[in-house]
């Protein structure tokens, strides 16, 4: 089966543009002039572009064309499987210690995506209290992460952790030492998914760029989930790193 003539374009301006023929911040040729040059459609060059503005490589950008972007070096996420607490309480990310919040924390009820609905064991359309925060870095103020956290109604409504400020320690300190829900323990699992229009703006993502997604629990000693919280973050700037131990079964022969 012969390859679509737009997708001919794209697989040799992909090859281009990795190669290095087209630099980051650098213009593609105007689609008028490529077209004439290929003997094809403009919208034959229309959608090469498109296949390549959906692969993060390039974006449109007003009054220059279509851009090749630049690739950042990832900023990789230890995690080392811990938590660690500073004055300010629990954190999960070493690297993240440092970032700040950007706006004011919405505090809101209403039902959690499907996916945390069923971990926290709520029926669909059932509100939870949702607790987003838009976060980054202190010097620049680029963001950095979206950290949302859902609890269920029967654990925070009618407590300090539907307020705006929850006091020292944060909400975790106030589900073990005020709420009886303590030594909390926690689980998480990484994934990705493309953003949505609301994410993509907040963080400042190109067209095609996904988001890495870390979905956390927090289990009370009584098997209750009683917050999951989902952070995202650019999958483009951002990767997740571990140490590696040798289990018994491993060990070294010579040893």
Avoid at 26 to 41: E, N
Avoid at 149 to 168: F, H, I
Avoid at 220 to 249: C, K, W, Y
């Amino acid at each position: 089966m012969d390859t679509p003539a737009y997708r001919q374009i794209a697989d040799e301006l992909r090859t281009a543009i990795t190669s290095g023929q087209y630099p980051p911040d650098s213009t593609l040729p105007k689609m008028a002039d490529l077209a004439a040059q290929r003997g094809v459609a403009k919208e034959t060059v229309r959608d090469a572009y498109r296949v390549l503005e959906d692969e993060g490589l390039v974006e449109v950008v007003r009054r220059r064309g279509t851009v090749v972007r630049a690739v950042p070096t990832r900023q990789r996420i230890s995690r080392t499987r811990e938590v660690y607490r500073d004055g300010l309480g629990y954190y999960f990310d070493l690297a993240a210690q440092s970032w700040i919040a950007l706006r004011e924390s919405t505090v809101t009820w209403g039902p959690a995506p499907r996916d945390i609905t069923a971990i926290l064991g709520l029926t669909p359309g059932e509100d939870a209290l949702i607790r987003d925060r838009l976060i980054g870095t202190p010097d620049t103020r680029h963001p950095t992460q979206l950290a949302t956290s859902y609890l269920p109604a029967s654990v925070a409504r009618g407590t300090r952790l539907a307020e705006m400020d929850t006091g020292p320690g944060g909400i975790y300190d106030r589900l073990e030492l005020d709420l009886g829900h303590g030594p909390l323990s926690w689980y998480e699992t990484i994934g990705s998914r493309m953003p949505t229009a609301e994410e993509a703006r907040d963080l400042q993502l190109g067209k095609g760029i996904p988001v890495l997604r870390i979905v956390r629990t927090a289990t009370s000693p009584a098997g209750v989930i009683v917050e999951v919280n989902d952070t995202r973050m650019s999958a483009l700037d951002f990767e997740v790193g571990h140490q590696i131990s040798r289990h018994t079964s491993a060990e070294h022969p010579a040893d």
